[in-house]
């Protein structure tokens, strides 16, 4: 009986100092360690953040690609053919409003006989030089993370392509950025016409769009009304 009591009480001894051990131990974590810690947890949260802005930024685009065709018939009807022929720009009739069709069609003619035509070079190209974004008093300025969705069902291409943030056109792709998203393509462009009258090419977004140039600092996408200007000037 003295023994099993003997065993009894050693194995209490033995359960105390190991409770007692553990906080010791748990405690014993270095400020380094603690900081290193918080610094993984900041790190985990901006990854995530940054990924559901790069997801919101894909649905965008896919949205946009997918209504591609309807916002040409209702938009894109190239008013300023008149224009563009003086410095070679294939010239189409504009459509008679609600068709539709004919509209669609008068793109995909434009479209493909700008592809005929040469590239433009680079160092002819005015919009490869800086970046570009709307001018101030034409920004959005609501912070509903699906305000450029709703601007999408409103019908304008300009809002959709350049409602916020700074793009960049470069040799051979579009690329777009903001305070809270890193550099990202937007789609792959091609570029035809002159210095003066620039045709950008994309691969999937829209069939065309057609950059009158202003002024050094200042593009304007006629058919659309949508003007860019450098940015930070």
Request: with cysteine; glycine share 8%.
């Given at each position: 009986?003295?023994?099993?009591?003997?065993?009894?009480?050693?194995?209490?001894?033995?359960?105390?100092?190991?409770?007692?051990?553990?906080?010791?131990?748990?405690?014993?974590?270095?400020?380094?360690?603690?900081?290193?810690?918080?610094?993984?947890?900041?790190?985990?949260?901006?990854?995530?953040?940054?990924?559901?802005?790069?997801?919101?930024q894909r649905q965008l685009m896919n949205?946009?690609?997918?209504?591609?065709?309807?916002?040409?018939?209702?938009?894109?009807?190239?008013?300023?053919?008149?224009?563009?022929?003086?410095?070679?720009?294939?010239?189409?009739?504009?459509?008679?409003?609600?068709?539709?069709?004919?509209?669609?069609?008068?793109?995909?003619?434009?479209?493909?006989?700008?592809?005929?035509?040469?590239?433009?070079?680079?160092?002819?190209?005015?919009?490869?030089?800086?970046?570009?974004?709307?001018?101030?008093?034409?920004?959005?300025?609501?912070?509903?993370?699906?305000?450029?969705?709703?601007?999408?069902?409103?019908?304008?291409?300009?809002?959709?392509?350049?409602?916020?943030?700074?793009?960049?056109?470069?040799?051979?792709?579009?690329?777009?950025?903001?305070?809270?998203?890193?550099p990202q393509q937007l789609d792959l462009?091609?570029?035809?016409?002159?210095?003066?009258?620039?045709?950008?090419?994309?691969?999937?977004?829209?069939?065309?769009?057609?950059?009158?140039?202003?002024?050094?600092?200042?593009?304007?996408?006629?058919?659309?009304?949508?003007?860019?200007?450098?940015?930070?000037?």
């Amino acid at each position: 009986m003295s023994i099993s009591s003997g065993s009894i009480f050693i194995a209490v001894v033995m359960l105390l100092t190991t409770l007692l051990i553990i906080p010791r131990y748990v405690s014993a974590q270095t400020p380094q360690q603690m900081e290193y810690e918080r610094q993984q947890r900041e790190y985990r949260l901006q990854m995530e953040r940054q990924q559901q802005e790069q997801q919101r930024q894909r649905q965008l685009m896919n949205e946009n690609a997918r209504r591609q065709q309807e916002e040409s018939r209702r938009l894109n009807t190239n008013p300023g053919s008149g224009a563009g022929s003086q410095s070679g720009t294939p010239s189409y009739a504009t459509p008679t409003p609600g068709r539709g069709s004919a509209a669609t069609d008068n793109l995909a003619a434009a479209r493909i006989a700008w592809q005929k035509k040469p590239a433009l070079p680079p160092e002819q190209n005015p919009l490869l030089a800086g970046k570009w974004t709307r001018p101030a008093s034409t920004q959005g300025k609501s912070s509903d993370p699906f305000a450029a969705l709703a601007a999408m069902a409103k019908g304008g291409l300009c809002d959709v392509l350049f409602g916020g943030g700074t793009f960049e056109f470069r040799t051979d792709r579009l690329m777009g950025m903001d305070a809270r998203t890193p550099p990202q393509q937007l789609d792959l462009v091609e570029y035809r016409g002159d210095s003066k009258h620039v045709v950008v090419i994309p691969k999937t977004t829209v069939k065309l769009m057609e950059f009158d140039v202003e002024g050094p600092n200042r593009i304007n996408w006629k058919s659309q009304k949508c003007v860019l200007v450098r940015a930070g000037r």
